[in-house]
């Protein structure tokens, strides 16, 4: 068995055959000769595709210089160089194929890229309308970024209107050169803030929620969701391009895709996918990350628009997926966050229940219900953290749902749910309540005072207590229990194991 370069030839039989069609290849005067050499090594190529890579590859890149005139040849060509550049990914294969194809595919990447000239005529052939040319184009160039991404970026970025050519492929009427072009804008923008930069600026926010439009918006197929993985690439940790967003009314064309119906029975995993995707982008909009300015301004337009007052009815609608109301509440916690106007809107959200309740207590019943799955009760507790961030008005509602005074028999408050959650049997409910009752207390001396006045009534006949003191009276439970089991293990009444 022969290696190469560390790799094994699967066979020796194909290649006399290869080494006489590119001979063809190299020497035929005959288009037509070179046109049928060229069309058998794509035949080749799949199954033999270290022996045709390392024979071929030189030929085809000239077939591609000199034969320019015939788009049959280049599409044939074109084809070779894909199958043995791309790793195939739809074959199930073992550990050792599978790692064998990828150390061939950056093999041939790597061999091809040994003239950054190679990636420019690949730019210049993609301007050829060609349907035979341009779509193997793509999927070649494509498959190059995935293997050596950072290199062909490189070139791109320095090529002449290398990126905009690219961006052509969106206005492409041939809905296969389309969609394959936004798969090859996804590997292009990935981590690289000049090229984002670029795309954004050549209309691509324009024209991606175009399309997410014309596809059906969340109820779309895998279109609208390779838009959506662009737009997530071109928006997240660069700030330019989300300030332009902004500035260009693109929140605003956000807010139907959250217009999910009163129907929310039978969702596809496709369309589960499509709004998670939706609300990642509202989220990197006014991620607690970006610049304060930047988050506010975000926040400001969502709320003037409708967009949070969308996203509060999906909180509170029946039947949307635990996961999709999870990830939701997680947006909503984000786009509230230290904004004092759209903390007092989601202050005033009821939940259509009759009598109405306020969706905070909604959601607080569900953080202290044990039934509930762990991630959602986590997503409440930050929502209501963000809630209560730099919003002083807010912390000074919550607790005052715990006085005396204030306390209406005939509701369920926050408070009660609170204080219902510190002492329940359920040790994530304790948790989260009192890290929900320290969000209120918050660098906010009054609300502290407050606190201290509130009473608990502990049992039928007893002198109610202070809360605070409740809380002392478990902690000094908690810690003499410890020790007394410490003592039945044998230590000395000191806490930890023991031997």
Not at 165 to 170: E, G, Y
Not at 228 to 236: R, T
Not at 312 to 317: H, N, R
Request: include cysteine; charged fraction near 20%.
């Amino acid at each position: 068995e022969t290696i190469y370069r560390g790799i094994p030839i699967q066979s020796q039989c194909a290649g006399a055959p290869i080494h006489k069609l590119c001979d063809r290849v190299a020497s035929s005067t005959l288009l037509e000769d070179r046109r049928d050499a060229v069309r058998a090594l794509k035949s080749l190529s799949k199954k033999y595709r270290l022996e045709v890579g390392t024979q071929a590859m030189d030929h085809l890149v000239h077939i591609l210089q000199t034969d320019r005139s015939d788009s049959e040849i280049l599409g044939y060509a074109l084809d070779t160089l894909y199958n043995i550049i791309c790793n195939d990914e739809e074959e199930e294969q073992d550990e050792n194929a599978q790692k064998q194809e990828e150390d061939l595919g950056v093999l041939f990447t790597d061999k091809f890229l040994g003239d950054s000239e190679n990636v420019t005529l690949l730019l210049t052939l993609l301007e050829e309308f060609d349907f035979h040319v341009r779509w193997p184009g793509v999927k070649l160039l494509t498959a190059l970024l995935k293997n050596q991404c950072n290199q062909v970026q490189g070139v791109i970025l320095v090529s002449p209107m290398g990126v905009s050519r690219l961006m052509d492929l969106l206005a492409d009427s041939r809905e296969v050169i389309r969609n394959d072009g936004l798969l090859l804008l996804q590997q292009l923008t990935k981590g690289n803030a000049a090229i984002q930069k670029i795309v954004a600026f050549e209309n691509a926010f324009e024209r991606l929620l175009d399309i997410i439009t014309e596809e059906g918006s969340s109820d779309g197929g895998i279109v609208v969701e390779d838009c959506l993985l662009l737009l997530v690439n071109l928006l997240k940790n660069n700030s330019s391009n989300q300030n332009f967003f902004k500035e260009g009314s693109y929140i605003q064309r956000m807010k139907p895709w959250f217009e999910v119906g009163d129907d929310n029975s039978g969702w596809s995993a496709q369309k589960v996918t499509n709004l998670h995707l939706m609300l990642q982008l509202v989220r990197v909009m006014v991620s607690p990350v970006n610049s304060p300015g930047a988050t506010s301004s975000c926040q400001k337009s969502m709320y003037q628009c409708g967009l949070l007052q969308q996203l509060c009815t999906i909180l509170m609608a029946t039947g949307v997926p635990a996961d999709i109301l999870t990830e939701t509440i997680n947006t909503v916690s984000e786009v509230i966050r230290g904004s004092q106007i759209n903390q007092d809107y989601f202050a005033s959200v009821n939940a259509p229940s009759n009598p109405p309740r306020p969706a905070i207590v909604v959601l607080l019943m569900s953080m202290v219900n044990e039934r509930q799955p762990f991630v959602l009760r986590c997503a409440v507790l930050y929502c209501f953290q963000c809630f209560l961030y730099k919003n002083q008005k807010g912390q000074g509602e919550i607790v005052a749902t715990l006085l005396p005074s204030t306390i209406d028999a005939n509701s369920i408050s926050a408070g009660q749910l609170l204080c219902g959650g510190l002492f329940s049997a359920d040790s994530l409910s304790n948790w989260c309540a009192a890290v929900a009752l320290a969000h209120a207390l918050q660098d906010n001396l009054t609300q502290k005072e407050q606190l201290l006045r509130v009473q608990l009534a502990t049992s039928l006949g007893k002198p109610p207590v202070s809360l605070l003191q409740q809380c002392t009276n478990i902690l000094s439970q908690v810690h003499h229990t410890d020790r007394q089991a410490n003592m039945l293990r044998g230590g000395s009444g000191q806490t930890g194991p023991k031997g």
